[in-house]
């Protein structure tokens, strides 16, 4: 009996002909997936933007098993067809001009004292034995003075007031692009004589030389934009001259992230402080009040 090779049965004759037909075109269907599906490396040119500023936000976009890198002003993306396309319409979103912006800070001052006070002194003579006296006190310049004399004796009152104010107010402003850094300081140097004793295995050395102090006022900003809302991270700052003595010298700080529209001013912050001193000894007394409020405000308006 011959046994031949058997052959295998060909798909064609065991699948019915509107099988093959469904199969044809489910084929069809799906070679446009799967081209899409298929990876490849793109470079993308960026225009206004850098790459830190643009990675951070396309990275979440990127899909599985795909990269995105970039070098200079390339972005180099690898990915399916489909999403790069996504991406390169994010990144047409993204990188666009950055904005002008114009960065004011006012920084205000206002300062009030008062003070009031009375006394009496004098000298009355008893007899010639005797007398009592009452040495005059200070109770400020100005005011009020009576004196009555009767012989060699004689009494005088003086009683005055005084009121002081001053304000004080400065701003500085400078451009920045948004995200940028902006620095402004405007000031002097002021010299102050620095005097050392340095003591020695012998004698003792005096050496005075001059050093310089940097005092002034200004702020360092950098903005963020999103639509017509800018938030801040800002830090004004003011170290001016004071009136104690030379050399010495009234300091404000503040650090702080605020947010508001464009165009509208921020109060950032402020301070206030009030003394109140009372003074007094044998037939006078003086009192008073002094109070200073500081405040800072901010305002950010985009440059046409």
């Known amino acids: 009996m011959n046994q031949g090779h058997r052959q295998p049965a060909d798909a064609s004759h065991w699948l019915p002909s509107h099988c093959r037909r469904h199969l044809l075109w489910l084929l069809l269907l799906l070679l446009p997936a799967l081209a899409g599906a298929q990876q490849e490396m793109e470079m993308m040119t960026l225009r206004h933007r850098t790459l830190d500023q643009v990675l951070p936000a396309l990275q979440p976009l990127v899909e599985a098993g795909g990269t995105l890198s970039g070098m200079g002003d390339q972005l180099i993306v690898r990915a399916s067809r489909r999403n790069r396309d996504q991406?390169?319409?994010?990144?047409?979103?993204?990188?666009?001009?950055?904005?002008?912006?114009?960065?004011?800070?006012?920084?205000?001052?206002?300062?009030?004292?008062?003070?009031?006070?009375?006394?009496?002194?004098?000298?009355?003579?008893?007899?010639?034995?005797?007398?009592?006296?009452?040495?005059?006190?200070?109770?400020?310049?100005?005011?009020?003075?009576?004196?009555?004399?009767?012989?060699?004796?004689?009494?005088?009152?003086?009683?005055?007031?005084?009121?002081?104010?001053?304000?004080?107010?400065?701003?500085?402003?400078?451009?920045?692009?948004?995200?940028?850094?902006?620095?402004?300081?405007?000031?002097?140097?002021?010299?102050?004589?620095?005097?050392?004793?340095?003591?020695?295995?012998?004698?003792?050395?005096?050496?005075?030389?001059?050093?310089?102090?940097?005092?002034?006022?200004?702020?360092?900003?950098?903005?963020?934009?999103?639509?017509?809302?800018?938030?801040?991270?800002?830090?004004?700052?003011?170290?001016?001259?004071?009136?104690?003595?030379?050399?010495s010298s009234t300091t404000q700080r503040l650090s702080t992230t605020v947010s508001g529209r464009l165009g509208e001013w921020i109060e950032l912050g402020g301070s206030s402080q009030q003394a109140d001193f009372e003074r007094g000894g044998n037939l006078h007394a003086a009192g008073g009040q002094a109070s200073e409020r500081r405040s800072i405000w901010l305002q950010v308006e985009e440059v046409p």
């Open 87 to 247: 991406i390169r319409q994010a990144l047409a979103a993204i990188d666009t001009p950055a904005r002008q912006l114009l960065i004011r800070v006012s920084q205000s001052r206002q300062a009030e004292s008062r003070a009031q006070g009375a006394a009496i002194a004098g000298r009355v003579v008893v007899d010639r034995y005797g007398q009592v006296a009452q040495p005059p006190a200070g109770v400020g310049t100005g005011g009020t003075r009576v004196e009555i004399r009767r012989g060699a004796s004689v009494v005088s009152g003086q009683a005055g007031a005084s009121r002081s104010a001053s304000n004080s107010d400065s701003t500085q402003m400078v451009q920045v692009i948004e995200g940028g850094r902006a620095l402004i300081h405007v000031g002097q140097s002021l010299p102050v004589p620095l005097r050392q004793i340095v003591v020695g295995p012998h004698a003792a050395v005096r050496n005075e030389t001059v050093v310089y102090r940097d005092l002034g006022q200004g702020f360092y900003a950098q903005p963020r934009l999103a639509g017509d809302r800018v938030t801040l991270e800002i830090s004004p700052y003011a170290d001016l001259p004071a009136q104690r003595g030379y050399g």
